[in-house]
């Protein structure tokens, strides 16, 4: 069934979807192939070539454009506001594809670190683009660093992995006032906790690889637009690159969104025990979690990042541990519940030292005045029982 419901569970479960007319499959079928007949030349079902279209990767677009509220969710192209790639780095890329040599992109200094060397390290070089950093938590930082060159504003919230917010509405606001494209990545929180679309934004981005796949078992992207004129130009540059997720990724994705709702409370109600279990600890330095009461952005995640109108601050805990990089060391290698590797948003919970890891990439002064040093440590909880994953803690910071 195809639902019209604004719940958030039940959109997760049907939105997009609709048993297959042939089958009666309740769950939309993979469809493999990479061309499809044609009556006449030109006369063909709406299926040319799996690069330009393809049904199941249709059915997770349209899920994932209902999902973050986009107004185009309900057009005759299947596909029109939601669109689906083969990672989050590739969804970036589409995007800044859109943009001319010699434009200005503003972003947020807390970054991934993934997206920082895309930034830096390719797009400046390949594409000359310009880049511009700066704390877009604080908008009078963001109306002093925009340029007539300025044509994008990128922005996590919250970020990665110091867990900044910014204020959605107030810099939808900004870069309307100033003709600029805002795009957020919505990865952390995801559409349970925020919808930036209805904040303004006019473009939304997912690394699907984390809580929208949810089982550590696939590489995906999302962008979402509510904009027929960035649709059009998405559609454009995603089939002329190529960077299209596959049909059975686009399932398990779809699949895994089946239970965001449900994954996304457990995340939040463990991560939040955690968090206050690690504030009072007396090896933990510093503990950062949007909705904890010490969190100098509480006000704003608590109005921003809510559940059924009740605040919720994702699945991310960051710490600093009241320790050198051995004792980290120590901490990180002695946790059993807990997984040491790169990613997050997964059923299991992962535990992750940036600055060697996902942000080793950035730049050593760049991160030290993030706050990202050896004594940092980035976790996602996951679904696991949480009392198992406060007696881990506990233990390896016993270890310390």
Known sequence: MTTDSTHMGTMAVHAGQSPCPTTGAVMPPVYLSSTYAQRSPG????????????????????????????????????????????????????????????????????????????????????????????????????????TPETKLLWVESPTNPMLK??????????????????????????????????????????????????????????????????AETIRFHQNSVGSVLGPFDSYLVLRGIKTLDLRMRAHCRSAAAIAEMLSGHAKVRTTVYPTHPDHPQFDLAAAQMQIDGTPAGG???????????????????????????????????????????????VPAEARSALGINDSLVRLSVGIEDVRDLVADLQSALDAI
Not at 76 to 85: L, V
Not at 99 to 107: P, Q
Not at 167 to 172: P, Q, V
Request: proline content about 2%; some cysteine; charged content about 20%.
């Open 43 to 146: 006369a063909h079902a709406g299926f040319e070539y799996t690069r330009s279209h393809n049904p199941t990767r249709y059915a997770l677009e349209r899920s994932i454009a209902r999902l973050e509220g986009s107004s185009l969710r309900e057009s005759t192209d299947a596909s029109f506001g939601g669109f689906a790639f083969s990672s989050g780095m590739a969804a970036i890329s589409c995007l800044l594809d859109s943009l001319t040599a010699g434009d200005r992109v503003l972003a947020m200094d807390d970054l991934y670190g993934g997206t920082h060397r895309l930034f830096r390290q390719v797009r400046a070089r390949a594409q000359g683009l310009q880049f511009d950093f700066a704390d877009l938590s604080n908008l009078d930082a963001v109306e002093a660093a925009i």
């Open 315 to 361: 699945g991310m805990v960051t710490i600093e541990l009241d320790s050198d990089l051995a004792g980290c060391r120590r901490f990180l290698e002695s946790l059993s519940v807990f997984t040491l590797a790169e990613s997050l948003g997964g059923v299991e919970s992962l535990a992750n030292h940036p600055a060697i890891m996902t942000h080793a990439s």
């Open 165 to 230: 917010l910014a204020d959605l509405k107030g810099l939808a606001a900004i870069a309307k006032a100033h003709g600029i494209l805002c795009a957020c990545d919505n990865t952390f929180a995801t559409p349970v906790l925020q919808r930036p679309l209805e904040s303004g934004f006019d473009v939304v981005m997912h690394s699907a690889t984390k809580y929208l796949g949810g089982h550590s078992d696939v590489v995906a992207g999302i962008l979402v637009t509510g904009c027929p004129q960035h």
